[in-house]
């Protein structure tokens, strides 16, 4: 009945609304009939229901009072459409809960049990919205998803019954293009469908990595969109192996490997688009975690303006990625944005008359009228000996993936020096801590004031949905944080994403970038060439006008591009 039903029947004899005599009664009954102690306290309270010793209200009663829950008649509350996709019908039947009602970042629930945390975290984790909870019945909350679901969402979400559908038919026609020869059974089936299932629906929501973890009890599918990881409809825990194994199969992995991390890629087609899926198996405690990086090779046609890049910052970046020689670096954490901004780039300068090679570690965008090398350690084809041989190939322009080692950047920054421009990634905090990494990896000084033109350090934050945008006026506290005056709101133009179906409900679709763009000239060159410590660099860059990530994420908190929260999540104040 609940999470602990010996919990409740003592609750129910403490409170005298059981007498323990009838409670022996029924235990001896069911003892005689086989029922096993493990499931004998529920089966008890199931009978006594039965006979009419006990009601589901009587019980909602107890608990209510117990542990201070409001109870409420679920009958009088419709949920619309968008709360019955937040909780699906599978959701809402497996763990006995239904959705009320939803007010800005707050959904209210009915459950039956109070004991039984789990569903509520689930909620609150994959939604990133407050739950509260109110108490019903049983009896209640399967009238309510009877008569508000729709049988078309039980198809939709119930990948238990379609398997067993399956196997009972024996024959099952889905539409999954060319993995239809894999599917060698009927139970092969519907494990296929489902994995093109996830992946079309990541690939809808604009999903940039999709998440599958074995958990102790749970098998969890999460999708990272915009950045923020959010939970979807799990698969039951008991066809984890097989979704495994299919992805395995896909990304060209030994599926009877399960001791060490594996690497793999899967080229598919959706809706006439060709997209790449990195996939990455690693072994856990309870199975192996699979994630999947989408790769978008039509959504990397991105121009400079739409990664963010104000009119100012643009015009210079423009103007340092043109330069005849010299090494231009993007920096920041791993997923904010380097590789894209990289290939916007490279797309902005790829014309006719200058040949363009890269070395990367994986290809990750196939680009026309660029000659681009994947790197290969099994064969001996390092960053550096990659690097070696396409200067012998005369190039213009040069993008190595990511300089990781001594090597590799003495070879790029002796490129810069022959006469070529290297563009490059680096992982540093800010924009002149790429000078401290290049001389901490082992570059001499002196050749990183020679070669290193500019350094671009960046972030991504959300971007306000431009179908629900709507006014907003910050409070002074949070204007404070941001180190703007109220006189500053005057001036302002200060946004918030009031939730639509199209942001399903966040405030935020799409991503943009927070940039710090350094550039050396020659004051900074002989900072450099006499070995500055990172303070001094980025004293004289704030003398010198650089604008830090924070700063230029205030100037898009104005615009009414983002949020205080988000700017605030994502960089540090000076």
Request: proline share 4%.
């Amino acid at each position: 009945m609940i999470s602990d039903d010996k919990f409740l029947l003592q609750l129910l004899q403490d409170k005298e609304i059981l007498d323990p005599k009838v409670i022996d009664v029924a235990r001896k009954q069911l003892q005689s009939e086989g029922v096993s102690e493990d499931s004998l306290d529920s089966a008890i309270l199931n009978l006594l229901v039965e006979k009419n010793y006990l009601t589901y209200d009587v019980v909602a009663n107890v608990l209510a009072e117990e542990f201070n829950i409001e109870q409420v008649d679920i009958s009088t509350f419709t949920p619309d459409e968008e709360m019955r996709r937040y909780v699906s019908r599978r959701f809402a039947l497996d763990r006995k809960v239904f959705p009320i009602s939803m007010e800005g970042e707050v959904l209210r629930i009915a459950i039956i049990d109070p004991l039984d945390l789990d569903p509520v975290e689930e909620l609150s984790n994959r939604l990133r919205k407050s739950v509260e909870t109110y108490l019903t019945t049983i009896p209640a909350i399967e009238d309510a998803i009877a008569r508000y679901y729709k049988e078309s969402d039980a198809a939709a979400d119930d990948i238990a019954n379609q398997f067993a559908q399956a196997k009972e038919e024996g024959n099952v026609e889905v539409d999954i293009g060319v993995d239809a020869k894999t599917a060698k059974s009927a139970e092969d089936a519907p494990i296929i469908k489902y994995v093109q299932m996830v992946i079309t629906e990541a690939i809808k929501r604009r999903a940039s990595d999709i998440h599958m973890e074995p958990l102790e009890k749970r098998f969890r599918v999460r999708y990272r969109v915009d950045g923020v990881l959010q939970e979807v409809e799990n698969p039951p825990k008991r066809l984890q192996p097989s979704i495994v194994s299919r992805l395995k199969i896909m990304a060209n992995v030994s599926i009877a490997e399960k001791r060490i991390p594996q690497d793999g890629r899967i080229n598919i087609k959706v809706n006439g688009k060709s997209i790449d899926l990195r996939v990455s198996v690693l072994p856990t405690a309870y199975g192996e975690s699979i994630v999947m990086r989408i790769l978008d090779k039509e959504g990397l046609k991105l121009g400079l303006p739409q990664l963010g890049f104000f009119s100012d910052d643009q015009t210079m970046f423009e103007k340092l990625i043109s330069m005849p020689d010299g090494v231009f670096l993007v920096t920041g954490p791993t997923g904010s944005g380097k590789s894209t901004t990289l290939y916007s780039a490279l797309n902005y300068i790829n014309k006719p008359d200058r040949k363009i090679i890269t070395v990367e570690d994986p290809v990750e965008y196939e680009m026309s009228g660029i000659n681009q090398v994947q790197v290969r350690r099994d064969v001996g084809m390092t960053f550096a000996a990659a690097l070696r041989a396409m200067l012998r190939q005369a190039p213009n322009i040069i993008m190595i993936g990511e300089i990781r080692d001594l090597e590799t950047a003495e070879i790029a920054v002796q490129a810069s020096l022959t006469g070529h421009m290297v563009y490059s990634t680096l992982h540093t905090n800010d924009a002149p801590g790429a000078v401290t990494r290049l001389v901490d990896i082992g570059v001499k000084p002196y050749l990183v004031s020679a070669a290193l033109r500019g350094v671009l350090a960046q972030r991504l934050i959300r971007k306000i949905c431009s179908e629900c945008k709507q006014p907003y006026i910050p409070s002074n506290a949070e204007l404070m944080t941001i180190g703007l005056t109220e006189s500053d709101r005057a001036n302002a133009n200060f946004m918030i994403g009031g939730g639509c179906t199209r942001c399903t409900g966040r405030g935020y679709r799409g991503r943009i970038g927070l940039f710090e763009l350094f550039v050396v000239n020659e004051e900074i060159q002989q900072m450099v060439y006499e070995n500055a410590t990172l303070v001094e660099l980025r004293q004289k860059t704030r003398e010198l006008g650089m604008r830090s990530m924070r700063e230029d994420g205030i100037r898009k908190i104005t615009a009414g591009l983002t949020t205080i929260a988000e700017v605030i999540s994502a960089t540090v104040g000076d």
